[in-house]
């Protein structure tokens, strides 16, 4: 069956540091690959997609995800994170085969100033 | 362009009223879901449609009731609301039916069954 993990519920990091969200899925064939951020009271914003082709995909708001067959992972960066960035980070996975998609439970992000 | 709009955005019940909240995308888009968030659990699929007509179950359908008369709506019912249920509801579409186009999401329904 189909799974995404993200392995931390709540970072913490401070404003202008490097950000790497972590997120592993699984899946018996390619997947295809989604970050979704969700800001306080709203609904779900793609960030970036991965569908095949090169494994570093560029989003928006200056973020990246590199995707690993390797390790199953898809982990979502940011060279320097702003105040503006802090929301939920939804990691997702779509599959050829069926009609669902599969989310991760969330990593919640917090900027200090 | 309005995309994904859910109404309404906030609802307390009682237990054992019946409600249905809409989604409505102007997008024409074939496929339309209904998700439900709580915390720590991430979204998780109760309905989607593949198609005006069409109603299939998700991972979560108990309690739920859903309908596609109409391509650009999606309505999805609670028949007897449960305390269990108070959640926030979001309803999403897309354009294919292939895994490879993201979902876009309406702003979601706040949902409080006392």
């Known amino acids: 069956a189909q799974s995404v993990t993200q392995p931390d519920i709540h970072i913490t990091v401070s404003e202008g540091a490097s950000l790497e969200l972590r997120c592993n899925y699984s899946?018996?064939?390619?997947?295809?690959l989604f970050w979704y951020v969700q800001s306080p009271g709203q609904g779900l914003q793609l960030l970036l997609k991965y569908f095949s082709g090169d494994t570093l995909v560029q989003g928006i708001k200056g973020f990246e995800a590199e995707f690993k067959r390797s390790q199953s992972s898809f982990n979502l960066r940011k060279p320097s994170v702003h105040w503006s960035d802090a929301a939920e980070y939804f990691c997702a996975v779509g599959t050829n085969t069926g009609n669902q998609f599969y989310f991760g439970t969330g990593t919640s992000l917090t900027v200090i100033p | 362009n309005a995309g994904v709009t859910q109404t309404p955005k906030f609802r307390v019940l009682k237990t054992g009223q019946s409600m249905t909240l809409l989604c409505a995308q102007d997008?024409?888009?074939?496929?339309m879901y209904w998700y439900r968030q709580d915390p720590g659990m991430g979204l998780r699929l109760i309905h989607y449609s593949v198609g005006e007509g069409t109603t299939a179950k998700g991972e979560v359908p108990d309690g739920y009731n859903v309908s596609r008369l109409k391509k650009q709506n999606f309505l999805l019912g609670l028949e007897s609301a449960a305390p269990s249920q108070t959640s926030v509801y979001f309803c999403?579409?897309?354009?294919?039916?292939?895994?490879?186009?993201?979902?876009?999401f309406g702003d979601g329904t706040r949902l409080s069954i006392l």
């Open positions: 899946y018996g064939a390619t997947p295809y």
């Open positions: 999403a579409s897309r354009t294919t039916p292939q895994g490879v186009q993201p979902q876009h």
């Open positions: 997008m024409n888009h074939e496929y």
